[in-house]
């Protein structure tokens, strides 16, 4: 089995989102759910009116390796 050390590479996924609340948790759990663990996963909510930044927070308060960039007004 592949172990890792502080020497494995820090792998970064951004994902960029825009009104997914309905699929930005699957996808985030998706990812998290990964055999490689040295990982980050930046989200860029680009001003979702709907309810993804909620979520992406709920989820953030589980695992410290989702970030969560916010613009204020869709770009």
Do not use: C, H, W
Not at 24 to 49: K, P
Not at 50 to 55: L, M, N
Not at 62 to 70: A, C, G, N
């Amino acid at each position: 089995m592949y172990m890792e050390s502080k020497n494995t590479p820090l792998v970064s996924v951004v994902t960029p989102v825009y009104n997914r609340g309905q699929f930005v948790q699957r996808a985030l759990f998706s990812a998290l759910r990964q055999e490689y663990q040295n990982m980050e996963f930046i989200v860029v909510d680009d001003g979702s009116t709907d309810d993804t930044k909620q979520i992406i927070l709920s989820i953030q308060d589980q695992d410290k390796r989702v970030i969560l960039i916010e613009n204020t007004k869709n770009q």
